[in-house]
Nanobody, 115 residues
């Protein structure tokens, strides 16, 4: 049974930082493509960052230079370091795993950027 559990969301002021975590069980994160997505009510889910099994990373243009995706193989956890946060980064952030069998999602964590 695959489980992805996100944590680390919260309320932060513009210009601040947060680090999201995605703890995985049932899969090995370093063997799969792992993604961070975000969604605002009424809008389509947006891909934010990706890390492949080979460690290659990719980012949406809107977050390049501000967000960093990484993983800790020993903890089987993927992270999203978010710096220089803007109000438009406010969303529910989801961790996703693309395995050879299926696509899995976590339950999401709310990030609110507001003064």
């Amino acid at each position: 049974q695959v489980q992805l559990v996100e944590s680390g969301g919260g309320l932060v002021q513009p210009g601040g930082s947060l680090r999201l975590s995605c703890a995985a069980s049932g899969i090995i994160v370093s063997f799969n493509v792992m993604d961070w997505y975000r969604q605002v009510p009424g809008k389509k889910r947006e891909a934010v960052a990706t890390i492949t099994s080979g460690g290659r990373t990719d980012y949406a243009d809107s977050v390049k230079g501000r967000f960093t995706i990484s993983r800790d193989n020993a903890k089987n956890t993927v992270y999203l370091q978010m710096d220089s946060l803007k109000p438009e980064d406010t969303a529910v952030y989801y961790c996703g795993a693309r395995t050879s069998v299926s696509l899995y999602w976590g339950q999401g964590t709310q990030v609110t950027v507001s003064s």
